[in-house]
């Protein structure tokens, strides 16, 4: 099956869970999370009409970039490392996985040094995983207290990748803490002062739609949109 056959099924699929969900098409971003895929794939699903593209990568997007067309908004989804903060910025709309204080002040300093304002999603590590990064999700609204201060790089929701499971049917009780955890940041005052937007990036391939029912504004879908990555 070819990228422009996957892009269709997968909409079909987003829209169905929308609509299970009585929700619109449009509150739902696809991203096409590009991780080690060639140019031509992401031609393809350029072609059939996908305009944000994720990467892992900063290196990796800044070479892909260039080569692809201007229009295309980038979106980090991996964790990323100072010496690597200002081409971050530089090049992403959005920042997927804040994972820690320091590096989320680092973004700010530098979207004000080059006079621009960065989205980015604090990462919850659901199930305290080691192999993870991000924030505990105990006392979490104490945790990011700094954050809503931030005047450069503005937080808009969390992230989180569930524990692997069995089936998608696993990660939906971590979608719905997630959900729960974004509620109670929208009720602090420090965070109803900045227009919390109290989005949620959540779902990759195998669990996408229960995502999407538990809430998800943002699924970041790979494999099954470009085939398995190249080793």
């Avoid at 080690?36 to 290196?59: H, I, K, M, S, T």
């Avoid at 009780?173 to 990036?201: K, N, Q």
Wanted: with cysteine; proline share 5%.
């Amino acid at each position: 099956m070819d990228v422009a056959h996957r892009y269709r099924e997968i909409e079909r699929r987003i829209q169905s869970a929308c609509d299970r969900a009585g929700r619109r098409r449009e509150s739902v971003l696809l991203v096409g999370a590009s991780k080690r895929q060639p140019l031509d794939l992401l031609a393809d699903a350029y072609a059939q009409g996908l305009r944000c593209f994720g990467e892992n990568r900063v290196q990796e997007a800044v070479s892909k970039a260039p080569q692809l067309p201007a229009d295309i908004e980038w979106h980090l989804l991996g964790p990323l490392q100072s010496n690597k903060v200002r081409k971050a910025v530089t090049l992403f709309r959005v920042v997927h996985a804040v994972d820690r204080l320091a590096i989320a002040r680092e973004l700010d300093d530098e979207a004000g040094l080059q006079g621009r304002t960065l989205g980015g999603f604090v990462e919850v590590n659901l199930g305290a995983e080691e192999s993870k990064h991000g924030f505990a999700p105990e006392d979490l609204p104490t945790s990011l207290e700094p954050l809503a201060a931030l005047r450069r790089l503005e937080i808009r929701g969390l992230m989180a990748i569930p524990p692997p499971g069995a089936t998608a049917e696993d990660s939906r009780l971590h979608f719905r803490r997630l959900a729960g955890l974004r509620d109670e940041l929208a009720r602090r005052p420090e965070w109803r002062r900045h227009g919390f937007a109290g989005e949620l990036s959540m779902g990759m391939s195998d669990d996408f739609e229960v995502a999407i029912e538990e809430g998800a504004t943002h699924v970041r879908i790979g494999s099954a949109l470009f085939g398995e990555r190249p080793a």
